[in-house]
């Protein structure tokens, strides 16, 4: 077996372990396990398979997925179909990318934290904001630890957060916040949008921060400005928007509304769907706020021969380590996917950032036009970037079974998170979808809800 050591191992592999350990047999190494508790007989498990044999099975698995390659995609909802260039998985797939580590080593680290450098950059100049750190698990644990940031640094325990947030982002942070003894308030919609005058009420002295999403769940795009104006209205209450950031590629960023954090999900800019993840979550913040920022941050500095090079900073090891020192519980990064995005992000380039959001804006108001033709109700109420809400009349499920059936991915069922949205389905439409496909879907799920 000398040249095959990655299969399983084999009758003498075993007898040279117990040999090694100085025991006769299996039955004498389980010895100190109690006799009426040990497992008798044979464990109901499936022969095991030949190479040739489990490939042919689990790729007969995999062909029951429907995928983006085979359907048209509707379907957004925070994960999104949208074009990765190529040059993309021919980065990452290279070794010192792919099987890299922590990154504490600066010395044999450079090319990994140079990447990590760009891609906080990046980020920095699409949100407006000061400083990114090195990236986070996804959107929603970026999201629930900016309302532990505030938490901890304006000592309050009050987190608002709008009903229009992704629900399962208020979820996670409903999570983070029993563990940390928080109250989390939620703020109604009204109109799609978060209302306004419930949030002037609701945000006191006791609010550490609020919490809304740019564009919203609803794919609305929430009023920031008037927003910004009641949080800050009240001393050290941070403004925290979550954010799409290929919408930031057209719509201002939040720093320009005096946004406290911003976070996201990196997904939209060169990452697949990958069936839910993994994905990459982002964080950046004002200057003021940089000490207390959760994850890593890669700072850029010279060598003793005044040579550019890369370094992790401003954080102890502590911050990763110690759990009573440390401002946050998250000690890693998703560093592949951070590089994925920093390629994608630069493959585009600033104008081509602006002119796949700009497509998005377009596609969804023609798909949303050509629906309203074909007598479906879309809800009207504000502006949105890619996604909208549509009233199916019956329910979603059954509408999206029967647009399978026709080679179609349909939008998300909004009655799954609230019994006042039942029948609703929220529809993306992103850059991918040709005029072609969005004409024939408009009319395919009209011939359904009518039908």
């Given at each position: 077996?000398?040249g095959?050591?990655?299969?399983?191992?084999?009758?003498?592999?075993?007898?040279a372990?117990?040999?090694?350990?100085?025991?006769?047999?299996?039955?004498?190494?389980?010895?100190?396990?109690?006799?009426?508790?040990?497992?008798?007989g044979?464990?109901k498990?499936?022969?095991?398979l030949?190479?040739?044999?489990?490939?042919?099975?689990?790729?007969?698995?995999?062909?029951?997925?429907?995928t983006?390659?085979a359907?048209?995609?509707?379907?957004?909802a925070?994960?999104?179909?949208?074009y990765?260039?190529?040059?993309?998985?021919?980065?990452?797939?290279r070794?010192?990318?792919?099987?890299?580590?922590?990154?504490?080593?600066?010395?044999?680290s450079?090319?990994?934290l140079?990447?990590?450098?760009?891609?906080?950059?990046?980020?920095?100049?699409?949100?407006?904001?000061?400083?990114?750190?090195?990236?986070?698990y996804?959107g929603?644990?970026?999201?629930?630890?900016?309302?532990?940031?505030?938490?901890?640094a304006?000592?309050?325990k009050?987190?608002?957060v709008?009903e229009?947030?992704?629900?399962?982002?208020?979820?996670?942070?409903?999570?983070?916040?029993?563990?940390?003894?928080?109250?989390?308030?939620t703020v109604?919609?009204?109109?799609?949008?978060?209302?306004?005058?419930?949030?002037?009420?609701t945000?006191?002295?006791?609010?550490?921060c609020?919490?809304?999403?740019?564009?919203?769940?609803?794919?609305?795009?929430?009023?920031?400005k008037?927003i910004?104006?009641?949080t800050?209205?009240?001393?050290?209450?941070?403004?925290?928007?979550?954010?799409?950031?290929?919408?930031?590629?057209?719509?201002?960023?939040?720093?320009?509304f005096?946004?406290?954090?911003?976070?996201?999900?990196?997904?939209?800019?060169?990452?697949?769907?990958?069936?839910?993840?993994?994905?990459?979550?982002?964080?950046?913040?004002?200057?003021?706020?940089?000490?207390?920022?959760?994850?890593?941050?890669?700072?850029?500095?010279?060598?003793e021969?005044?040579?550019?090079?890369?370094?992790?900073?401003?954080?102890?090891?502590?911050?990763?380590?110690?759990?009573?020192?440390?401002?946050?519980n998250?000690?890693?990064?998703?560093?592949?996917?951070?590089?994925?995005?920093?390629v994608a992000?630069?493959?585009?380039?600033?104008?081509?950032?602006r002119?796949i959001?700009?497509?998005?804006?377009?596609?969804?108001?023609?798909?949303?036009?050509?629906?309203k033709?074909?007598?479906?109700?879309?809800?009207e109420?504000?502006?949105?970037?890619?996604?909208?809400?549509?009233?199916c009349?019956?329910?979603?499920?059954?509408?999206?079974?029967?647009?399978?059936?026709?080679?179609?991915?349909?939008g998300?069922?909004?009655?799954?998170?609230?019994?006042?949205?039942?029948?609703?389905m929220?529809?993306?439409?992103?850059?991918?979808r040709?005029?072609s496909?969005?004409?024939?879907?408009?009319?395919?799920?009209?011939?359904?809800?009518?039908?």
């Amino acid at each position: 077996m000398a040249g095959f050591r990655y299969l399983p191992v084999t009758e003498d592999d075993r007898q040279a372990m117990l040999r090694t350990i100085g025991v006769d047999s299996e039955e004498a190494l389980f010895s100190d396990v109690p006799e009426k508790i040990r497992f008798k007989g044979d464990l109901k498990v499936e022969r095991a398979l030949a190479e040739p044999e489990l490939l042919r099975f689990l790729s007969g698995l995999a062909k029951k997925n429907v995928t983006t390659t085979a359907a048209a995609s509707f379907l957004g909802a925070g994960v999104y179909d949208h074009y990765i260039p190529s040059v993309v998985d021919s980065v990452i797939s290279r070794g010192e990318f792919y099987t890299a580590y922590t990154p504490y080593q600066a010395e044999v680290s450079q090319g990994e934290l140079q990447a990590i450098f760009e891609f906080q950059t990046l980020i920095c100049e699409l949100t407006g904001m000061d400083v990114a750190n090195s990236s986070m698990y996804d959107g929603s644990t970026a999201l629930a630890e900016a309302a532990t940031l505030s938490s901890g640094a304006v000592r309050k325990k009050k987190i608002v957060v709008s009903e229009t947030v992704h629900p399962e982002y208020r979820q996670v942070l409903n999570t983070y916040a029993h563990g940390q003894h928080l109250e989390v308030v939620t703020v109604p919609a009204k109109g799609g949008t978060t209302d306004l005058e419930s949030l002037r009420q609701t945000v006191d002295e006791q609010t550490a921060c609020v919490i809304v999403q740019y564009p919203n769940f609803f794919g609305r795009i929430e009023p920031l400005k008037a927003i910004e104006s009641i949080t800050h209205a009240i001393k050290k209450t941070h403004f925290v928007v979550s954010s799409n950031p290929l919408a930031l590629g057209l719509l201002t960023p939040p720093g320009a509304f005096h946004a406290d954090i911003v976070v996201g999900d990196c997904q939209p800019l060169g990452i697949p769907q990958s069936f839910g993840g993994p994905h990459c979550g982002y964080f950046a913040v004002t200057k003021k706020l940089v000490r207390k920022v959760p994850g890593r941050l890669v700072g850029e500095t010279v060598d003793e021969e005044g040579r550019r090079g890369y370094v992790l900073t401003l954080q102890a090891r502590e911050q990763h380590i110690r759990r009573d020192k440390a401002t946050s519980n998250i000690c890693s990064n998703q560093a592949l996917n951070a590089l994925a995005s920093a390629v994608a992000m630069n493959a585009f380039g600033k104008k081509g950032i602006r002119e796949i959001a700009a497509l998005n804006l377009q596609k969804a108001h023609y798909a949303a036009d050509l629906m309203k033709k074909q007598g479906i109700a879309v809800d009207e109420a504000g502006s949105f970037f890619n996604e909208f809400m549509i009233d199916c009349g019956r329910p979603v499920r059954d509408v999206n079974r029967a647009l399978l059936k026709k080679g179609f991915i349909g939008g998300y069922d909004l009655g799954r998170d609230s019994e006042d949205l039942k029948n609703k389905m929220l529809i993306a439409v992103t850059e991918m979808r040709t005029k072609s496909e969005i004409d024939r879907f408009a009319e395919v799920l009209g011939g359904i809800i009518h039908g």
